[in-house]
């Protein structure tokens, strides 16, 4: 594992991985479910390394003389939640002018919920950009994460979506398609609808996640 590479990028390396074609899941349900696992765990880490990065006045790699602290590895931790374990590496300060302690880390667990239905829809393709700031403004806490800071992070994933959604897929020989609609609980009025997956199998075996939208049943 390349230490230079921050937890945030290799998570952002396992959803490529996983859309790809890496994946086990036999239907809608069990696609979406890592999916959205390794999606929130990618929005977790890259705010517990926003977080860090404000404490410390500097970006990742970035040097300012006269500053006190640096950056001190990370702590493996885990959150219990209604559809499993969520994982991330806490990120740890040594030399600062007072003990480091991640306050997002220690509210996020009150709010995993919210969050991981926001990814949901986030994937689905149905927030806009003011839906997913104050999505992620409620489910982290504004007072852990500035508005800059927020604002950065849902651009960085809806340039990231938009790009996942408009890809070129002539490169993959398709033997079939799969389609399944998944429902979940999405908006923040708590409504539930349709989360409509179309993936390939090609003719090497392999399943590609083609597409995420919304949608009440298959038809």
């Known amino acids: 594992m390349d230490k230079k ?8 390396q396992e959803i490529q991985a996983l859309v790809q074609g890496q994946l086990e899941a036999q239907s809608g349900e069990e696609l979406l479910s890592p999916l959205v696992r390794l999606s929130t765990e990618r929005v977790l880490q890259e705010a517990l390394e926003d977080e860090q990065a404000l404490a410390l006045g500097r970006e990742r790699y970035e040097r300012r003389a006269g500053q006190l ?3 001190n590895g990370y702590e493996m931790g885990t959150l219990k939640t209604a559809e499993g374990v969520l994982r991330g590496q806490v990120p740890q300060i040594r030399g600062h002018d007072e003990p480091y302690r991640s306050e997002l880390w220690n509210q996020v667990a009150k709010t995993s919920e919210v969050l991981k239905r926001l990814i949901v829809e986030m994937y689905a393709g149905g927030l806009s950009q003011r839906d997913i700031e104050f999505g992620l403004e409620k489910a982290l806490g504004q007072f852990v994460l500035s508005k800059s800071a927020v604002s950065e992070l849902t651009d960085t994933l ?3 979506y938009e790009a996942f959604r408009t890809r070129d897929l002539s490169g993959y020989e398709v033997a079939s398609l799969c389609m399944d609609a998944v429902s979940e609980p999405l908006r923040r009025w708590g409504s539930k609808t349709g989360v409509f997956c179309v993936w390939a199998i090609c003719v090497e075996g392999r399943k590609v996640l083609l597409t995420l939208s919304t949608a009440n049943r298959e038809s």
């Open 158 to 160: 809806s340039q990231e």
């Open 69 to 71: 602290g640096s950056r």
């Open 5 to 12: 590479i921050a937890p945030s990028e290799r998570k952002a």
